[in-house]
């Protein structure tokens, strides 16, 4: 079977069990990112030398953010470990490649300038008004006084 084949007998098992358009259209980029990948390669073998020079690839073609390549390795993963349960792979290469841990980065804070602008807007008029301005001020003032 394909690798075209297995994607799409992967997607119909994930649609089955009630996964969203956005989840599905998640797996087919990722994976068929890989897929197409594959098809141009020599060999197109799935093993763990494979999928180490396809995260090389990722890192160096066009380089992405490391919680991208992490993305793609997760969604990967998963698709194999289906493949290994339907018997159409013997074992999951992705489960003996260590991944990088990705740092989880800090939002940016709005400026004093941007909060200054929200509570302008808000009605104070009326009780609900005044307890909305009173709540955004705290919760976003707290830290600059």
């Known amino acids: 079977m394909s690798t075209d084949e297995m994607l ?26 890989f897929v197409t990948w594959l098809a141009g390669q020599e060999e197109q073998r799935i093993d763990v030398d494979t999928m ?31 493949c290994v349960a339907k018997k159409l792979l013997d074992s999951n290469p992705m489960n003996e490649i260590r991944l990088m841990k990705v740092e989880p980065h800090e939002p940016r804070r709005a400026t004093r300038e941007e909060v200054d602008i929200l509570l302008r807007e808000i009605p104070v008029s009326d009780w609900i008004g005044l307890r909305d301005y009173l709540i955004i001020h705290v919760l976003l003032y707290r830290d600059w006084e």
């Not at 119909?12 to 998640?26: E, F, P, Y």
């Not at 180490?52 to 470990?81: M, W």
């Open 8 to 33: 799409t007998r992967f997607l119909k098992s994930r649609q089955a069990a009630g996964a969203s358009d956005r989840t599905l259209r998640w797996y087919r980029s990722l994976i068929g990112q």
């Open 52 to 82: 180490e020079a396809y995260l090389v690839h990722l890192r160096t073609g066009k380089p992405l953010a490391s919680a991208s390549i992490a993305s793609a390795a997760r969604a990967i993963r998963t698709f194999f470990n289906f």
